[in-house]
């Protein structure tokens, strides 16, 4: 028998919870008045494919107890069924972009820094599932979508805070840049642009440096170019060392070779 919580549950929502929850969670417990998708040790995992801003009240309710992982998942690939006497199987020219997770983000920026919310990303292919219906959805000459179903869960990432967001930006953007020049060098949409600047705003990731015309501009703070500057040194001694170790490594064995040459003959 179903529970209450998996009444008006939809087959994708349903695909995608038993896909990212780890082995020996428990589906739909109740938890602080709420249902919650997948409990597993503790950890309350939430998987939300829209309207992320209607959760705002839940996940603060939540998070003043328990650690929550939200699961947002990002549809980069979709073909279209229709259904009828001859049912047909396209795929979708629109492609979506892994920033497009912050047209959902929108809705709860101030939460992303909390200490117990953790987020995860999943990019997935799906099918839409559409009928047609005479005298409705003229845009789409009668065609409506009825369903969405699961086909692949292609890459999975996970992050806290501000920073998974900071990392879909390119590290070769120059500043100062805006949201017409994020979306050009990323392939995202410009309103995704708007969106994910915006939360990174929110997160005191990105400062106002001025305008282009009417066009605002922005650049990573301070700090952040701080964090990048310390993480390329590191890496450039890291890549320095190594060089090191092999030159030294093949230094030593030199006179090693030489030696079991001198007593093979």
């Not at 938890?31 to 040790?41: N, T």
């Not at 699961?71 to 920033?99: C, D, F, N, Y």
């Not at 600047?197 to 001025?210: I, K, N, S, T």
């Not at 070779?257 to 093979?264: E, P």
């Amino acid at each position: 028998m179903p529970t209450i919580g998996a009444l008006n549950e939809t087959p994708l929502h349903d695909a995608l919870k038993r896909s990212v929850a780890p082995a020996g969670a428990a589906f739909e417990v109740p938890v602080a008045g709420f249902v919650i998708d997948a409990v597993h040790d503790g950890l309350l995992i939430e998987v939300q494919t829209r309207g992320v801003g209607r959760l705002r009240r839940k996940l603060r309710l939540l998070l003043a107890e328990h650690p929550v992982r939200l699961v947002l998942p990002v549809t980069v690939a979709k073909w279209i069924v229709k259904l009828g006497e001859k049912p047909t199987r396209r795929r979708s020219p629109k492609r979506g972009h892994p920033a497009d997770v912050a047209r959902e983000l929108v809705g709860i920026p101030d939460l992303l820094d909390h200490p117990g919310l953790e987020l995860e990303l999943v990019l997935i292919e799906e099918e839409e599932w559409r009928e047609h219906r005479a005298g409705v959805a003229w845009r789409r000459r009668g065609w409506v979508t009825v369903d969405r179903r699961l086909v692949a869960v292609l890459e999975r990432r996970r992050w806290r805070g501000h920073a998974g967001l900071l990392a879909l930006l390119p590290e070769d953007l120059a500043a100062p840049f805006g949201t017409a020049e994020l979306a050009a060098c990323t392939g995202m949409s410009r309103s995704t642009a708007q969106k994910l600047v915006y939360c990174l705003r929110m997160g005191a990731c990105l400062d106002v440096v001025g305008k282009a015309g009417n066009a605002v501009q922005y650049a990573r703070t301070r700090s952040d170019r701080d964090d990048r500057s310390d993480r390329h040194d590191r890496d450039d001694r890291l890549d320095r060392d190594d060089r090191l170790d092999r030159d030294d490594r093949r230094d030593r064995g030199a006179p090693l070779a030489s030696a079991i040459d001198t007593a093979r003959h």
